[in-house]
């Protein structure tokens, strides 16, 4: 069966620190993708990365960077320099190779104080 | 511009009233997806369709009904056999095939209540 859990149910920091969003998974499947969705107050997700189970090097697109490591089934994301725009609830996924079907963890909730 | 649209944003709906989401999507996607997200949780799948005329339940399709006539159009109707409808609800597409990078696109969702 596939999983995603997101521990943390939701985060406060203050602008300018960094701060990391776990996302922990399970699957048997050994092609699997995984993705991190942003949620503003709008309400509409938006999509932030993909990473499928063959490609382990971690990424980095300005202040956002993704951190996955197979050994350990996660997928974590970080922020450096928080900004207040950075509140959201943020969602990790998981999709197996047929697509069928993505799997979403609970999400986490992210608020930036000025 | 490609992408997703919901009608309407807001819908109110009286107890024992079907009521009908709109999701149309001008992205080519295959397949399309509805959501329910209830405060301060995460998405459950209702229902989802790869193809044209073909939809299959997800987690909580009870009380839920949709069509697929059209690639681009796949509207969710909440009926009465719904116990609590109220909630937000998110269409979503997506490609399919592989080679193809399949991430779901979403729509602004519409945020169904029942007086």
């Known amino acids: ?114 | 511009d490609g992408g997703i649209t919901q009608s309407p944003k807001y819908l109110f709906r009286k107890e024992g009233q079907n009521v009908t989401l709109s999701c149309e999507q001008n992205l080519n996607h295959d397949a399309m997806y509805w959501y329910r997200q209830d405060p301060g949780q995460g998405l459950r799948l209702i229902y989802y369709s790869q193809i044209v005329n073909d939809f299959q339940k997800g987690d909580i399709a009870e009380g839920y009904s949709v069509s697929r006539e059209k690639k681009e159009s796949f509207p969710l109707t909440v009926t009465s056999a719904q116990k609590n409808p109220t909630a937000f609800y998110l269409c979503a597409s997506t490609k399919v095939g592989r080679g193809v990078y399949n991430e779901q696109f979403f729509g602004p969702g519409t945020r169904l209540t029942v007086l």
């Open chain 1, 1 to 114: 069966a596939q999983k995603v859990t997101q521990a943390q149910t939701e985060i406060s920091v203050v602008e300018k620190e960094d701060v990391t969003l776990d996302c922990v998974y399970e699957t048997r499947d050994t092609t699997y993708y995984l993705f991190w969705y942003k949620q503003p107050p709008s309400g509409e997700l938006v999509f932030l990365i993909r990473r499928n189970s063959f490609d382990e090097q971690n990424e980095i697109s300005g202040r956002y960077s993704w951190n996955f490591q197979k050994s350990t089934s996660s997928f974590n994301f970080t922020i450096t320099a928080s900004q207040v725009v950075d509140s959201a609830v943020y969602f990790c996924a998981l999709s197996r190779n047929n697509f069928n079907k993505f799997y979403f963890g609970s999400g986490t909730k992210l608020n930036v104080k000025p």
